[in-house]
């Protein structure tokens, strides 16, 4: 107890911390549920719950917390149990979409542990199963994937969002938009060194639109707002907001991906760069390197077997092309349109400093 | 038109066959405006709704068909929207399954045509894209199973059933089991030959409930009756027809997948035994036959390479040890516990025999 009013950048802070628990105690009874429900089949499908749970307990909970915020904006009481389930499912979203992309992109860690389809192939290896490890573990993380979108959903519909609600149509886009930007994103892989050099930009800028900046940024913020029964208005404010601030999310993303310290973002330096992601820090430099340079990184870029010295030349193009400057740019210049939106909004005052504070933790990390 | 009144008969396969119809119109027009939706992201990502569009035109719609029956002799009204969109639903659920199974099983056809995984393969190698042919395939196709995964969802959701209702809770319990049974199923191709031989029956009769027998007969059946608000004596009615009827039906699907006519079922002969499935059928192979024979089950099941001569051995081995016919004698017993239980039911005698129907073409065919 003290016998200072708590200032109302400290309030804030108690309630997002407040609600972050919350989902957090969501998402444990959720689950554990579920674990009663799976031990009545088989104790031994329980693992698919054990490596769901281990997975939403870690993360920033970035998207809870703009859904958060996006429903107390627009006048929803603070804690309500519905916001807290809105949270929960896309926290169960985001760990569905990492558990099948570690198997796409095969990762082997993940918030600095196994990713899932590795746990699984680990278990297979200690029991000496037979048949192949790798295998089992692809397919064992694909249903526990599918059980965990499944979840999410689940979860959405248990707020009892109608049928023709704006919120449910927010829920229902984000997720058929975020499935196709992860297409475009192995297409552009694949198919990336066969199309003019010239629009590779403008290719990963339209990939990072819809596989992050909408379903990371724009999609949970308008969804907490519809869900509070914001006006179109404000909702398009949002859109204005959240956007672009998601679009500088996935350009910082990359260049950690790159340039981040192992450590701290818990990958492996050049993980991207084996994965071969077209980014775009890769299209600036494809369009702004010499030609010995553009066709070194059209031939190593997706290289499994990249060497060390390999992915020192890669990062030295991207630095002497001038393409990570360009891209910090427009970190730069995406993060000022963002803020300048979010000054325009008609929402209280300590609200969109909490939304301030996320987008500039959100554009400025290193892990 | 006609001076004769239509028969019971006549009048029941009309209203199926209406039934069918609208279930394909309801799902045209839901993927054509996902379709419009994809396109003004990019239209390379028109290729996931039209993978989706060609698996859902063909198949035997039972589920889609045991859920109206369920609905109708619950009182539901003759071609409602509500359960138009139930059984669209689970067509979209039944594709989902499907396209990620023939990830996990690595089946190269479906439905007479190229799997899903390796439609994207031959994408991939018709354009001379870079990196690996057959890892693009399987991410795409993983991503496709979680759209239609979405889309199955989106449009039980749009039917509006009530978030604490029966309806919902029936949907949510069938994914979560199917799911976890598609799991057992999978660790028991990899950990079976470690187990005792003598539960493997026991092991296997558990598998086929959760992945077949409730997903495809039981829940679909139920999920009609609940949302023509059912009672629960009547859907614990329709559980005690179709709950055997499924198990019946997995079994002949088993026996189908060893000793199915490749031209009548679709999938290359001895498919199901390179896959390594530990069926029923294998689980009674290995209780009945001496121990040269189990060995060579045991380390033959499951090899890709298994050659004619191998498959013709496993073959002699399920039908010397006595383990075919006794899974017809399964099949018989569990088809004539189901029909008693179903000539029980207090339903309207033409829509009893519309799923008595149903039934019978279940457990007897041979595609």
Redesign the interface.
């Known amino acids: 107890m003290t016998a200072f009013a708590a200032t109302p950048q400290e309030s804030t802070a108690a309630e997002q911390e407040a609600f972050v628990t919350a989902v957090a105690g969501k998402l444990t009874a959720f689950l554990a549920e579920?674990s009663m429900?799976?031990a009545g089949?088989?104790t031994?499908?329980l693992v698919?719950v054990d490596s769901i749970a281990s997975l939403v307990t870690g993360g920033k909970r970035m998207r809870a917390l703009l859904c958060y915020w996006g429903w107390r904006g627009a006048g929803g009481a603070p804690g309500a149990e519905e916001i807290i389930m809105a949270g929960a499912s896309l926290e169960l979203f985001q760990a569905?979409a990492l558990i099948?992309d570690d198997?796409?992109d095969r990762s082997d860690t993940r918030r600095g542990g196994p990713s899932v389809h590795r746990q699984f192939g680990t278990l297979?290896g200690r029991?000496?199963?037979?048949?192949d490890e790798e295998?089992?573990g692809?397919?064992?993380a694909?249903?526990?994937?599918?059980?965990c979108?499944?979840?999410s959903?689940?979860m959405f519909?248990?707020?009892?969002a109608?049928?023709g609600s704006r919120a449910?149509a927010v829920f229902?886009?984000m997720?058929?938009?975020v499935?196709?930007?992860?297409?475009?994103d192995?297409?552009e892989?694949?198919?990336g060194?066969?199309k003019p050099h010239g629009t590779a930009v403008a290719r990963a800028s339209?990939i990072i639109r819809?596989k992050s900046a909408k379903y990371s940024s724009e999609h949970p913020l308008v969804l907490g707002g519809a869900l509070a029964g914001a006006s179109p208005e404000l909702l398009s404010g949002y859109s204005a907001f959240a956007l672009p601030l998601g679009e500088a999310f996935q350009l910082r993303d990359d260049v950690l991906g790159v340039f981040g310290d192992p450590a701290q973002t818990g990958k492996p330096a050049g993980d991207d760069l084996r994965e071969?992601k077209r980014t775009v820090l890769v299209g600036l430099t494809i369009d702004a390197a010499g030609e010995p340079e553009r066709e070194f990184v059209d031939t190593h870029l997706?290289r499994q077997d990249l060497s060390d010295a390999e992915i020192g030349r890669l990062c030295s193009i991207m630095v002497d092309s001038g393409a990570l400057a360009g891209t910090e740019e427009m970190i730069s210049a995406l993060s000022s349109t963002a803020f300048t939106a979010l000054a325009g909004l008609p929402i209280d005052g300590a609200i969109a400093a909490a939304l301030s504070a996320l987008g500039r933790s959100a554009v400025s990390r290193t892990s």
Chains 1, 2 share one sequence.
């Open positions: 579920k429900l799976l089949i088989s031994d499908s698919l569905a099948h198997i796409i297979h029991h000496g199963w037979s048949l295998r089992f692809h397919a064992a694909i249903l526990t994937g599918d059980l979108l499944s979840f959903e689940e519909a248990a707020i009892g109608g049928a449910r229902n886009l997720r058929t938009e499935m196709a930007g992860q297409y475009l192995i297409l892989e694949v198919s060194p066969t339209a819809f071969g997706g």
